[in-house]
């Protein structure tokens, strides 16, 4: 149970910092994607974040590993996050809740834009996983 959770948090924490594939690819059909509402300077978009490549472990230098960017679904805008505060949950069916919170920042970003995050999911066996805070960041 340790380890599923660990190995949970883990793919999680890679989502923020992997490399994504380029904003003309189609996100969401990806097999390895995460797409969530987001509120952002007050407007709501949909992000999809791709890990399919499966790069970053989440403790490589901030300044050299750029944090995974977000495509907003229905355009070819990308969010670009440089600064994180958010709790990553994980709570399996009848189980205890583990949660990480995350608060990587890039050196020098580039954040005119924060996002705020409310989202959780259950899968079908009754796992829950949620996503609370903010992202800073650019869009482009």
């Known amino acids: 149970m340790l380890r599923r959770t660990t190995v949970v948090l883990a793919v999680v924490a890679s989502v923020c910092v ?27 978009v949909l992000l ?22 977000a495509h907003v679904v229905g355009s070819t805008a990308v969010f670009h996050p440089s600064a994180f505060n958010l709790l990553f949950s994980q709570t399996p069916a009848g189980g205890t809740t583990q949660s990480f919170l995350n608060t990587s920042a ?7 834009v924060t996002c705020t995050i409310h989202f959780s999911q259950t899968d079908p066996a009754g ?13 482009s």
């Open 18 to 44: 992997v490399i994504a594939s380029a904003a003309s690819a189609d996100p969401t059909g990806s097999k390895n994607n995460l797409t969530l509402p987001a509120t952002c300077n007050g407007a709501g």
């Open 48 to 69: 999809v974040v791709n890990s399919a490549n499966g790069q970053g472990s989440g403790q490589e230098d901030q300044n050299t590993a750029p944090f995974a960017p």
């Open 106 to 112: 890039q050196a020098n970003p580039k954040t005119p």
């Open 127 to 139: 796992d829950t996983f949620a996503l609370d805070g903010t992202v800073s960041g650019f869009f």
